[in-house]
């Protein structure tokens, strides 16, 4: 253990005496049974628990008591009797206690004897860290095993007041965080009222944006802001743009409409309905198909992969709700659409051109 090391060591045993003898449980989680499926163990409460966590500055180092716990049910019950909480990845300076990050064993065992421990994190430098654990090895309060937890994500903040993550890290946080989100490039303009979309300068991961001041098609900028959600989508209400270039707009992906949407994370953002493969909310695509319409006069276009969210209609919507200029679809036939892969509010996948320009019939 480096001298640094030990030193913050110490800082935090010295923080977790004072914690224990002053309570300091309210922002606990709470371990339990996934309310969805009861044979799966879970973060019971609070569901909140991904927004980052803001450290304190104390003796030079940055840190913060986070505790774990047994869930009681409405009679003051607990739902698991035992349960080992497994740490999946650490950030490098990260230090959760005794138990994680550095050459901690990399684990935590609570039993309906032992339900409560703190865990007092520490970092010694400024920046945004990540902790990535699942719940292992639980029982119910009857004895029976539980199935394993996803994996679940706790972001520290230390020395500043936004986690600065990427995309798709992005879609792990619940509505409320303030994040600083780089590597994003626009894929859309002055398309849509009040709100434009941009990706990942990768490709794979995106986002619908509030901006708080234009944003030219195919810029590339870092911006501050807070997520929220509308329907099944991520979004970020920017605050600030801290830095920007101009770009070149990013090509369209190509794929079949059973990729659009996508699959949602764990508890903060939802997946599509019938979601496979990766989450391509966000990013511009392009599909083929034929465009058909049902009878209150939804378009929708069907490239064979067996797509029906409607009754009456075959294939993924073209939503054209929120656009600034509305155009008229094609009537019928085969023709190909680029636009942004998005979710609507009852969470089908849909795609949303920007323009006339994105429709081509053949």
């Not at 010295?14 to 003898?21: E, F, I, Q």
């Not at 990399?106 to 994190?121: E, F, I, Q, R």
């Not at 292992?136 to 706790?154: E, Q, Y």
Request: glycine fraction near 12%; include cysteine; charge should be negative.
């Amino acid at each position: 253990m480096g001298g640094a090391t030990k030193i913050l060591f110490v800082l935090l045993m010295t923080v977790a005496l004072a914690d224990a003898g002053m309570g300091g449980c309210e922002n606990d989680l709470q371990f339990g049974l996934n309310l969805y499926d009861n044979t799966q163990a879970f973060v019971a409460e609070p569901l909140d628990f991904s927004k980052p966590f803001k450290m304190n500055q104390v003796m030079g180092a940055y840190v913060i008591d986070r505790g774990v716990n047994f869930y009681r049910d409405e009679f003051g019950n607990y739902e698991i009797s035992e349960v080992r909480m497994q740490q999946v990845s650490c950030s490098p300076g990260l230090i959760g206690g005794a138990y994680f990050g550095g050459s901690n064993p990399g684990y935590l065992d609570l039993t309906s004897a032992n339900p409560h421990k703190h865990v007092n994190w520490g970092v010694s430098s400024p920046g945004t860290y990540f902790f990535e654990f699942k719940l292992t090895n639980a029982k119910d309060i009857n004895g029976n095993p539980l199935k394993d937890s996803p994996v679940f994500l706790m972001v520290f903040i230390a020395g500043r007041d936004y986690a600065l993550v990427d995309v798709k890290t992005a879609h792990r946080m619940p509505d409320g965080s303030k994040v600083e989100i780089d590597g994003l490039v626009a894929n859309t303009a002055d398309d849509f009222d009040g709100f434009i979309y941009s990706q990942s300068t990768y490709g794979y991961a995106g986002i619908r944006v509030i901006p708080n001041t234009p944003i030219a098609l195919g810029t590339m900028f870092t911006a501050k802001g807070v997520l929220g959600r509308n329907g099944g989508e991520r979004t970020l209400s920017i605050q600030e743009v801290t830095m920007s270039s101009p770009g070149s707009a990013p090509e369209p992906l190509f794929m079949t409409t059973k990729c659009l949407g996508g699959p949602g994370e764990v508890i903060n953002t939802p997946s599509s309905v019938g979601a496979v493969g990766l989450r391509t909310t966000g990013m511009l695509v392009k599909v083929s198909g034929m465009i058909r319409y049902n009878t209150t006069g939804d378009a929708f276009i069907d490239d064979g992969a067996g797509i029906q969210n409607d009754p009456e209609t075959r294939g993924c919507r073209i939503a054209l709700e929120g656009l600034v200029e509305p155009f008229t679809l094609p009537s019928q036939g085969f023709a190909s659409v680029t636009g942004i892969s998005g979710v609507d509010q009852n969470l089908r996948p849909v795609i949303r051109p920007r323009s006339v320009d994105d429709i081509q019939t053949y």
